[in-house]
């Protein structure tokens, strides 16, 4: 019997609710219909009173579980979209992510956001957020790329008492499946070798994971064998695997789906180039979606953010110069 990526996530949250007393989920449309794709699914029923339905304002849902967690309770807040989430941006970046600092008062919130891109899903429905909130201290932020990731994060999430954005891929929601759900599983701000190689660091995260560990294979019948490397978290980041990883190959690509301008893969760049710079045997190059909001049709769509052939595009330039 297989998981689902969705599924991970619902039973993330079951666990989470049954062990502890003070997790409740709150969310538009997430009691009795489930959520919007369905990742509260039945968790309404088999815990009363305890996943409950918002008012179509992020501002006010994000800003009570902020007190909620003042007063000792530890909310999962969902949003419908990743992009939604700017309408409780303040209270998030503000209010959650100083909290500790100004007051020395844990606030254990999660905000759970369906992000990435979908065919057809269009300019507001399909953003990659999370180097957004990785730029403001006191925020974990996570992006899983596997099912056993969606859930062992998901319940570390719930755990920690930082306030913490879990970036889930609506792409991967029913696209990807695992035969069980861990038993256990990396720290969150530990990176992942998801493909051992010797002639390029390729570092990613979140869906762009599998376009990546799809051009490692179609590159390994070139001759090349491509390191892959799954940050699984962008705030913490685990430069020190991500260097390793250059310290064997000589050559780093980074990739991700959201924006250009500021994102992760900059981040990672710089780090490498300021810490690992005498590694390096050819110029770092970085490959993001393009600098447009993002397009409805599916075929628009796909030739915006990377896929496969445009990933091992960009590496054979990297790999041969």
């Not at 996943?51 to 994000?62: L, R, Y």
């Not at 991700?256 to 710079?277: C, H, L, S, Y």
């Amino acid at each position: 019997m297989s998981v689902t990526y969705l599924e991970a996530i619902r039973a993330a949250q079951a666990r989470a609710l049954a062990q502890d007393p003070r997790v409740y989920i709150y969310g538009q449309d997430v009691g009795a219909f489930g959520g919007a794709f369905k990742a509260t699914k039945n968790l309404a029923a088999e815990f009363p009173g305890r996943v409950m339905d918002a008012p179509i304002s992020e501002d006010a849902m994000v800003g009570s579980a902020v007190g909620a967690a003042i007063e000792g309770m530890r909310p999962i807040m969902e949003m419908q979209f990743a992009d939604f989430s700017t309408a409780g941006f303040n209270q998030i970046i503000n209010q959650a992510a100083t909290l500790h600092w100004r007051t020395q008062t844990p606030c254990p919130i999660v905000v759970r956001l369906p992000c990435g891109g979908t065919s057809g899903s269009g300019a507001f429905h399909s953003q990659c957020m999370e180097a957004l909130y990785a730029h403001y201290p006191g925020l974990v932020v996570m992006t899983p790329a596997t099912v056993e990731d969606a859930y062992s994060m998901l319940l570390e999430a719930v755990a920690i008492d930082d306030p913490v954005i879990f970036c889930e891929h609506k792409y991967l929601y029913y696209h990807l499946k695992a035969e069980r759900l861990p038993e256990e599983a990396l720290p969150v701000g530990r990176a992942r070798i998801a493909r051992a190689g010797r002639d390029l660091t390729l570092v990613t995260y979140s869906a762009m994971v599998h376009e990546a560990l799809e051009t490692a294979g179609e590159l390994l019948s070139e001759g090349y064998e491509v390191e892959v490397v799954d940050l699984r978290s962008v705030k913490p980041i685990d430069t020190d695997t991500v260097i390793a990883s250059v310290a064997r190959t000589g050559r780093l690509l980074c990739v991700g789906e959201a924006f250009p301008w500021g994102g992760v893969t900059a981040e990672v760049i710089a780090r490498v180039a300021a810490e690992g710079f005498e590694l390096l045997d050819a110029p770092p190059r970085r490959l993001n979606a393009k600098d447009t909001p993002v397009p409805y049709h599916p075929a628009l769509w796909a030739a915006h953010r990377p896929t496969a052939p445009v990933i091992a595009a960009a590496a054979r330039e990297v790999l041969r110069s």
